[in-house]
Antibody, heavy 121, light 107 residues
Framework: EVQLVESGGGLVQPGRSLRLSCAASGFSFDDYAVHWVRQAPGKGLEWVSGISWNSGSTDYADSVKGRFFISRDNAKNSLYLQMTSLRAEDTALYYC??????????????WGQGTLVTVSS | DIQMTQSPSSLSASVGDRVTITCQASQDISNYLNWYQQKPGKAPKLLIYDASNLETGVPSRFSGSGSGTDFTFTISSLQPEDIATYYCQQYDNVPLTFGGGTKVEIK
């Protein structure tokens, strides 16, 4: 069974940094792209970033480009999101999500339960 | 970026009713479209992939159709447990983009 468990969320002041982690299990992590998708309170889903199976390709939403950085450690079956220069509008539940292909432009089939990031002074 | 326009944003229907949601892409995405169900407080769940393929374990009352720019998601007979918000999502190109969601309620 695919399991994706996010951690690292919390309350952070505007302008500060935070690092999210996602621990994956139940599948061959290094065969698939993985993504971060967020959902602001009461709002819809917004794709944030994706990384290919071998880290050769990374993609970002315009809203986070230059501030957020995605990475993965296949030896540890883990995905990360380094978030810098955080803004109030980054407040959201951040989901880790698995694709069914190695590349970032492919369908997502599994999601974690999310970790909440609140940016506020 | 590919924009996904989903309608309606909400609907209310009776148990047993047929429910239809549409999603329009701003450019041709072939059949690179998923439909997800999200219940309150839960993560999204994949229902339909490649526009019309039912994910394993998903009840057959759910279906999807369409290609190019126009897509349809149907619940053939609405059940109480189908109360949720439904999203379409294109994966033809990054950034991956979602429709705005359709909240389905029981009348």
């Amino acid at each position: 069974e695919v399991q994706l468990v996010e951690s690292g969320g919390g309350l952070v002041q505007p302008g500060r940094s935070l690092r999210l982690s996602c621990a994956a299990s139940g599948f061959s992590f290094d065969d698939y792209a993985v993504h971060w998708v967020r959902q602001a309170p009461g709002k819809g889903l917004e794709w944030v970033s994706g990384i290919s199976w071998n880290s050769g390709s990374t993609d970002y939403a315009d809203s986070v480009k230059g501030r957020f950085f995605i990475s993965r450690d296949n030896a540890k079956n883990s995905l990360y999101l380094q978030m810098t220069s955080l803004r109030a509008e980054d407040t959201a539940l951040y989901y880790c999500a698995k694709a069914i292909v190695p590349a970032t432009n492919g369908p997502i089939d599994s999601w974690g339960q999310g970790t909440l990031v609140t940016v506020s002074s | 970026d590919i924009q996904m326009t989903q309608s309606p944003s909400s609907l209310s229907a009776s148990v047993g009713d047929r429910v239809t949601i549409t999603c329009q892409a701003s450019q041709d995405i072939s059949n690179y479209l998923n439909w997800y169900q999200q219940k309150p407080g839960k993560a999204p769940k994949l229902l339909i992939y490649d526009a019309s393929n039912l994910e394993t374990g998903v009840p057959s009352r759910f279906s999807g159709s369409g290609s190019g720019t126009d897509f349809t998601f149907t619940i053939s007979s609405l059940q109480p447990e189908d109360i949720a918000t439904y999203y379409c999502q294109q994966y033809d190109n990054v950034p991956l983009t979602f429709g705005g969601g359709t909240k389905v309620e029981i009348k």
